[in-house]
């Protein structure tokens, strides 16, 4: 009889952990897809921001490369040169910062 108790204790034991490791599964897999999306969001916006600079930066520094003088095709072709220059930098710099930035977006949503 006092073995039956030991297995049966021992048998609960193991339940009781079985049920934290399956209880647990969910929100570690939660948190390595909100981890990839905040990566993707991170990276994506990195990406545009480093196409929108040469264009911002024209507009304020009123050089020669400026989109309100030189139209929508001088403005689109300085945004590709931007992000094929500037666009390695950027994502670099920004999507190590901005990462967390919105894993805590996406996590406060829920």
Do not use: W
Not at 5 to 18: L, N
Not at 60 to 70: P, Q, Y
């Amino acid at each position: 009889m006092g073995n039956a108790r030991k297995t049966d204790a021992r048998f609960g034991q193991q339940s009781a952990v079985a049920r934290t490791t399956v209880s647990l599964y969910p929100s570690s897999m939660r948190t390595l897809a909100r981890l990839t999306v905040s990566a993707v969001l991170a990276f994506s916006a990195s990406l545009m921001v480093a196409a929108l600079f040469l264009p911002v930066y024209g507009i304020f520094e009123g050089g020669s490369h400026n989109c309100l003088t030189g139209g929508i095709g001088e403005c689109t072709s300085m945004i590709l040169m931007s992000a094929l220059i500037y666009g390695p930098l950027f994502s670099l710099i920004c999507t190590p910062i901005s990462t967390p930035v919105f894993m805590v977006i996406l996590a406060g949503r829920n």
